[in-house]
């Protein structure tokens, strides 16, 4: 299951794990948006299901994770969540208090509806994979982009608090950072340009030209967290710079790879 799978990098990551075999529930707010992706899905030889839920609304995701079960006949072994938002680019003291607290209920809420609703049947099983996109979680702040920054950050500790929970379950969760990539984030940036700094606006405008991190090295580390390969290892915020080959035979330090801290 792939939250946010109607675009961006939910939707890298749908079409990947389908050209890998993988049955996919297509989550999305946009019929539209879901529609291509399975339509994309389907005309490659792939297999997946359109499910139309809001991640702010935890009761949506409960019936999602019911209907993928019924259709597909069983569980769901890895959950995806890609959902997400830029939230209000302008400083703190500018924005509407509501349009701040709905980025932090998409971004971060979103994720802990989206957990609650499958893992009481990884648990059962004792069986399962979450993977969350935390983007710039790690990051030096951004100026204006506070709502943004503060879920990120949010959920790389929501995920190792989750993940030390579950693991006797034999469920893991990870955060991966999949690195710059050209998303509707990227233009909305660039609108913003006169409210932002200049290296970020900069930054936002190369991504543009050349596309931002592979699309295959984003799948390649997804698809190891996604496998039993990465049992060893869970509430990490793996990059999409690091090695993952080399995670898959290392022992990592209790407090390797947990939230970066800035030095």
Known sequence: MITGAGRGLGKRLALGFARL??????????KAEID?????????GGNALRIRAD?????????AVDRARVTFG???DVLICAAGVPGPLHPFLQVPLKAWTETIEINLLGVVHSCRAVLPYMVERR???????????????????????????AL??????????VAEHNVQVNCLDPGAS????????????SRLDAAVVSEAKEVRRTGGASA???????????????????????????????LRNSTLRPDALTLRRIK
Do not use: M
């Open 21 to 30: 075999g993988a049955r996919i529930a297509l989550v999305g707010r946009s």
């Open 36 to 44: 291509l992706a399975h339509i994309e899905i389907e005309q490659a």
């Open 55 to 63: 991640v702010t609304d935890p009761e949506q995701l409960t019936n």
């Open 74 to 76: 069983s569980g769901i």
């Open 127 to 153: 069986a399962g994979k979450i993977i969350v996109l935390a983007c710039d979680s790690d990051a030096h702040p951004k100026i204006n982009f506070s709502a943004y920054t503060t879920s990120k950050v």
């Open 156 to 165: 790389v500790r929501f995920v190792e608090a989750l993940a030390g929970e």
């Open 182 to 193: 050209y998303t509707s984030l990227t233009d909305e940036i660039i609108r913003a340009e």
């Open 216 to 246: 295959e090295i984003q799948l390649q580390h997804a698809a190891f967290l996604a496998s039993e390969s990465s049992n060893h290892i869970t509430g990490k915020l793996i990059h999409v710079n690091d090695d993952w080959r080399k």
